[in-house]
C-alpha cells in the first residue's frame, strides 16, 4: 500500500489488516506513556482547511509514533502546497481538499505517500475508524445490519457499504422522502421506524445546514428514545453522544463516541505505519 485514497480500492484482507494493526496502535493511544518507535525520522505534511478531527488525529498520531507533523490551514493552492511538502522532503501527505482529482495528482507527481483525509467523495480514515468502532463494541464485522441516520458526511456512505459488503453485512440509508437534494447512495430507506427496526448499529452522519431535525431524527434535538429502542439491545451509536427522551436531551448509554475518537487515532497510525513500511 504506497497510498490511501479511497477504500473501494481494498479488499476484505487488507481492511482487516489495517483494522487489526490499529488495534495494536490503540494501545499506545490509551496507554500512560504514549510513544512508538515506527515514524522516527520521518515528517509528515498536512494541508487542512481549518483545524479539524482529521488534523488533530494526524498531529497526534505522528506525535504518537515519534514523528514529525507540519500542518498548514487555509492555503490558498492546496495542490501547490502539497506538492511543495513533497519537494521539501515530507515523506506522508495528508489532505482533506474537496477535488477528488488533485489526490490522483499528487499520486502521479510525488514520491510520498498520500493520504486522503476527507474529500467530496471519501473519508478513507474516517469510515476505518467507524469499522474499528464497530468490531470494538460488537466482536464482529459479519452479518450486521448497519443503520446511517442523516444528510452531511455523505462522502462516507459509499465506502462504508463496499466494506460491510466485504464481511457480508450490509448497511441502510434513512432520509426522508421529501429530501430530495441528497445524492442517494446503496440501499435507501424513507420508513425512519423501518430504518431502526432491528438495526445492530446506528452512525449518525449529522446534518447539513438548514436541515431539520424533526424529520431525519424524530426530534428536532437528535435520535429519540423511541427510535433507537426499535433497534437490537445495547446498540451502539456513532456520531452523537445524545438521543432525545421525553423533552429532555440525555447522553446515550450505548454511544461509542470516545471509542471512535481513540479509534480514529490509531487508525491515522496504522496507516501511516503500512504505508512507510511499504
Not at 507533523?69 to 502546497?81: I, L, N, S, Y
Not at 421506524?193 to 432491528?198: L, P, R
Amino acid at each position: 500500500m504506497k497510498n490511501m485514497l479511497r477504500l473501494t480500492d481494498l479488499g476484505r484482507n487488507e481492511i482487516q489488516q489495517l483494522i487489526e494493526t490499529a488495534a495494536q496502535m490503540r494501545r499506545i493511544v490509551l496507554a500512560d506513556y504514549k510513544k512508538g518507535p515506527q515514524l522516527i525520522g520521518h515528517v509528515v505534511g498536512g494541508v487542512w482547511k481549518k483545524p479539524c478531527a482529521s488534523s488533530t488525529a494526524f498531529q497526534l498520531a505522528t506525535a504518537y509514533l515519534s514523528g514529525s507533523c507540519v500542518p498548514v490551514f487555509g492555503a490558498e493552492d492546496a495542490q501547490a502546497q502539497c506538492l511543495s511538502f513533497a519537494n521539501m522532503g515530507a515523506d506522508i501527505i495528508v489532505t482533506d481538499c474537496d477535488n477528488d482529482n488533485i489526490y490522483r495528482t499528487l499520486t502521479l507527481r510525488s514520491k510520498a505517500g498520500i493520504i486522503n483525509g476527507g474529500s467530496r467523495q471519501f473519508d478513507p480514515i474516517g469510515v476505518l475508524a467507524d469499522l474499528m468502532t464497530l468490531y470494538s463494541k460488537l466482536d464482529t464485522l459479519s452479518n450486521l445490519n448497519v443503520l446511517l441516520v442523516g444528510n452531511r458526511d455523505v462522502n462516507k456512505v459509499g465506502e462504508l457499504a463496499h466494506c460491510l459488503r466485504l464481511f457480508g453485512s450490509s448497511s441502510l440509508w434513512y432520509l426522508p422522502a421529501d429530501d430530495i437534494v441528497t445524492v442517494r447512495k446503496g440501499v435507501v430507506l424513507d420508513s425512519v421506524k423501518g430504518a431502526f427496526s432491528g438495526a445492530d448499529a446506528v452512525i449518525d452522519l449529522g446534518l447539513a445546514q438548514f436541515s431539520d431535525g424533526e424529520r431525519y431524527y424524530g426530534s428536532s434535538g437528535g435520535i429519540t428514545r423511541e427510535l433507537i429502542d426499535l433497534a437490537r439491545i445495547r446498540c451502539p451509536l456513532l456520531g452523537s453522544r445524545h438521543i432525545v427522551e421525553g423533552a429532555m436531551l440525555k447522553e446515550y448509554e450505548y454511544n461509542a463516541v470516545s471509542a471512535r475518537d481513540s479509534c480514529y487515532v490509531a487508525m491515522a497510525m496504522a496507516v501511516m505505519y503500512m504505508l512507510q513500511r511499504n
